[in-house]
């Protein structure tokens, strides 16, 4: 079966503090992976893709990176954190059906 | 950008009754896509609509994909307590690699 894991499950970090998030998948060879944020009240916003090793794309200006090493590891980052990083953090691949998506269990990150 | 909305934000029904929440994009859309988001919990794909009128039924939930493509509803018949939790619609974003725009979702609360 194809799995999606992330870690950690909840994060509370001090604003100027790096960030390194983790997504995994199993089950499945050169998934498209994203990078979704869900803040209150704000529902899900893409904020990165990738197609493959090293290839990354933004859809919004932020204040965070990804990153993605190998084919089944997709990485988020942040060199400093700020108040308005705080949210839940959404691993997903694309599914059987086109551009339906799967999604990891998320990381719940507080930035105070 | 492209934009989907979703109607109503917020839905207190009591246990029995039925709910609909209705999803508009500012584009003509492929595809829609609804998913599930319970309490604590992170989105699981339902459906996947592509053709102009169509309709389809899960169990108490019926979906239905608007004539031109831009908007799209969900209904569930008779709640039930396990329905609780957030409804996004979603569609493709027009960038690479399959994204999606998702709405900001309705939270349907039920009341015994």
């Known amino acids: 079966s194809q799995t999606i894991h992330q870690w950690p499950a909840t994060l509370v970090q001090p604003v100027g503090s790096p960030l390194s998030l983790e997504c995994t998948v199993e089950?499945?060879?050169?998934?498209?992976l994203y990078w979704y944020r869900q803040a209150a009240g704000r529902g899900l916003q893409l904020l990165f893709y990738?197609?493959?090793?090293?290839?990354i794309s933004s859809e919004v200006p932020q204040n965070l990176s990804a990153s993605r090493p190998q084919d089944r590891q997709f990485i988020l980052s942040s060199k400093k954190l700020l108040l308005s990083d705080s949210g839940f953090y959404l691993c997903?691949?694309?599914?059987?059906?086109?551009?339906?998506?799967?999604f990891g269990p998320g990381t719940r990150l507080t930035v105070l | 950008g492209q934009q989907v909305m979703q109607i109503p934000q917020y839905q207190h029904v009591q246990e029995g009754e039925d709910f609909t929440t209705y999803c508009n994009s500012s584009?003509?859309?492929?595809?829609i896509q609804w998913y599930k988001q319970r309490p604590g919990g992170h989105p699981v794909f339902l459906i996947q609509?592509?053709?102009?009128?169509e309709v389809k039924k899960q169990k108490r939930l019926t979906f239905q994909f608007g004539e031109a493509k831009k908007n799209s509803s969900l209904h569930i018949t008779a709640t039930q307590t396990t329905d609780v939790g957030t409804y996004f619609c979603?569609?493709?974003?027009?960038?690479?690699?399959?994204?999606?725009?998702f709405g900001k979702g309705t939270h349907l609360i039920i009341q015994p």
């Open positions: 997903a691949r694309n599914g059987g059906q086109g551009d339906t998506q799967y």
């Open positions: 089950g499945t060879s050169n998934p498209n």
């Open positions: 990738s197609v493959g090793i090293g290839q």
């Open positions: 584009t003509t859309l492929s595809n």
């Open positions: 609509l592509v053709k102009s009128g």
């Open positions: 979603a569609g493709p974003s027009g960038g690479g690699a399959d994204g999606l725009t």
